[in-house]
């Protein structure tokens, strides 16, 4: 063989066996590489922001201060709009930097749940979570001069719904703010509003308040305690199954969407609240927290999930804030949902925990890590991820917290009313509602259709023969119930033009609002609701009817004004 051929096979077989060699070295390199390209993806901050919101009243922009929703929009100029927290949100990105901000979509509705959500992205795969047209079209919801839920699903009846899927795939930050009525209206439905076996009105109505007060006496508050609760652990179970084939469904529209879960709340200094707190203890014998435990256990349901799926769960309600002593960012009258600056805070504290670089020494990292504080923590490490792109704003945590602020304090800057509020103030403040507006809507839901309104009055012959006149009435919602039963009702009242709806809540909202000052907790309970809706029938209807009705209400009178026995002093005649 041939010098020159001798090498030339030499360096053949020494080439194949380094190739050979390196080979799965080449492999992994490549497959690193892979992986690596995939996590960047995964974890890749936004510059750039295409918003999109969904939920239920927690993101519509409702409170107390109008009563009504105001989700805001973008126009094609990029102008903003809405009380939300969302539109807040949206509002601060544009304000660090006004390319920051591509796009802003809030459809949130009031009085959806997660199967409502499911059916708008997949009518035939989820129809148990079909909303009523009524519901939709109402003022409250449909409303182009506040948001864009009209022009985006337009009409219910539809088999899909275009707009929406393109909103998702567009989008690449989302937040979803949604459980809260499952678990408030599964405690909603659990509550009779008058007595049970309600008399022939109004002949024996003397001998059912005695019996009812029997029967208060005498309940069985375990039964009723398991009762409450297994209910409630079921809907939790249901709603993180729901919140599960949510997530799935989204990732399998838009898999580079963010997306970020929001822990539920509820504002635990408002009437309505301490009301509820109230009857459940009293009436049910259920403890004072009840109510914030099963948040507390929604909060942890959602967070599991969240967790499971890769997504972000945040909780924006800082403990140290948001309690019972607050009076500017929660609810204090006859709503659950916070206030206006409520919706600032919440926007403010979402930014920071999207932006805020975690692996940078910073104090507001370090209050973010506080369990007693926040409940988006597990085992020491935050539930969430940064997604924003802090570079885009500043150069530290620092420097964005105080262009954020404009050089001021959080609290201060939160309590200042910027220009943006006070532009949104001016554009609703001739559309506000009152409470019984809102109520209106509240009850055109469709978790409202649920509630049994014969089993509100219990098995009285009068009322089942009166809600036997309703057609179909398990297909419709509460409100649709109330105005049948009104109409039936209509030639015996006083004055045929009464509306009745509005003068049975208006008596409502005065009685929350009286009951719960301070110092009439032992009086809150479902008797004495049902007294004062009793005494407004009687002022509604003719004399014939109406003055029998007052003559029995005074027995009643007598009996709820008798003191309650203790149950320290129960246990003391007991002994004896």
């Given amino acids: 063989m041939k010098s020159g051929n001798k090498n030339s096979f030499l360096s053949r077989k020494i ?61 094609e100029a990029g102008n903003l709009s809405g009380q939300s927290y969302p539109a807040f949100f949206a509002h601060f990105l544009q304000k660090l930097n006004k390319n920051s901000l591509v796009s802003y979509d809030n459809l949130a509705v009031n009085g959806t749940s997660v199967q409502n959500w499911l059916y708008l992205i997949n009518p035939k795969k989820y129809p148990k979570g079909k909303l009523s047209q009524t519901f939709l079209n109402s003022n409250l919801t449909k409303n182009d001069k506040f948001n864009e839920i009209g022009a985006v699903f337009g009409e219910l009846e539809n088999q899909s719904f275009p707009n929406f899927i393109q909103k998702i795939k567009k989008a690449n930050l989302l937040t979803v703010s949604l459980g809260f009525d499952e678990i408030f209206f599964t405690i909603m439905k659990k509550i009779s509003i008058v007595p049970s076996n309600l008399p022939n009105i109004p002949d024996d109505l003397k001998k059912l308040l005695d019996q009812h007060k029997k029967n208060i006496e005498q309940t069985d508050s375990v039964k009723t305690k398991k009762d409450f609760k297994d209910e409630i652990d079921e809907k939790i ?41 109230y009857v459940l ?9 009840f109510f914030d435990k099963n948040i507390d256990k929604t909060n942890s349901a959602i967070r599991e999930i969240a967790l499971k799926n890769n997504v972000n769960y945040v909780d924006v309600y800082d403990k140290s804030l948001w309690n019972e002593k607050d009076s500017k960012f929660s609810a204090t009258k006859l709503g659950v949902y ?7 805070k919440i926007a403010h504290q979402l930014l920071l925990k999207l932006a805020l670089d975690q692996n940078e020494n910073n104090k507001n990292i370090d209050e973010f890590k506080k369990t007693s504080n926040f409940n988006d923590i597990v085992d020491g490490k935050l539930t969430y991820k940064n997604i924003i792109d802090i570079s885009h704003f500043a150069k530290s945590n620092q420097e964005l917290l105080e262009k954020l602020n404009q050089g001021e304090k959080t609290a201060e800057f939160i309590d200042k009313n910027s220009n943006f509020e006070k532009e949104q103030e001016e554009k609703i403040k001739d559309s506000k509602l009152t409470p019984t507006e809102l109520f209106k809507n509240f009850i ?13 009055f219990g098995n009285d012959p009068f009322f089942s023969q009166l809600f036997s006149n309703i057609p179909d009435s398990n297909s419709k919602t509460f409100l649709e119930k109330i105005n049948f039963i009104a109409e039936i009702l209509k030639p015996l009242f006083k004055n045929k033009e009464t509306n009745f709806f509005d003068e049975i809540f208006k008596s409502f909202f005065e009685f929350i609002e009286s009951i719960t000052k301070p110092g009439k907790e032992d009086k809150i309970s479902l008797l004495t609701f049902s007294f004062e809706i009793l005494k407004k029938f009687s002022t509604l209807f003719v004399p014939q009817i109406g003055d029998k009705i007052k ?24 002994k004896k």
């Avoid at 879960?261 to 301490?274: A, D, E, V």
């Avoid at 916070?338 to 600032?344: A, S």
């Fill in 15 to 75: 080439l194949k066996i380094t190739t050979l060699t390196f080979a799965p070295f080449s492999v992994f390199s490549t497959l690193v590489a892979a992986s690596c390209t995939q996590i960047n993806s995964e974890n890749s901050l936004l510059s750039k922001v295409n918003y999109l919101a969904i939920g239920d009243a927690a993101a519509t922009g409702m409170s107390e201060e109008t009563y009504r929703d105001f989700q805001g929009k973008m126009d």
């Fill in 237 to 277: 179970s249901e709603l993180k199954e729901d919140f599960d084939n949510l997530i799935k469904e989204l990732k399998s529209i838009n898999s580079q969407l963010k997306i970020n879960l929001i822990g539920i709340y509820f504002s635990p200094s408002s009437s309505i609240t301490k009301f509820l707190r």
């Fill in 281 to 289: 203890h009293n009436d049910f014998k259920l403890d004072l927290d």
């Fill in 338 to 344: 916070p206030k206006l600056k409520g919706q600032k």
């Fill in 444 to 456: 055109s839901s469709d978790f409202s259709s649920d509630i049994d309104i014969s089993k509100l």
């Fill in 551 to 574: 003559e029995a209400l005074k027995h009643f009178e007598q009996i709820s004004s008798k003191p309650k026995q203790t149950d320290e002093k129960k246990a003391k005649l007991a």
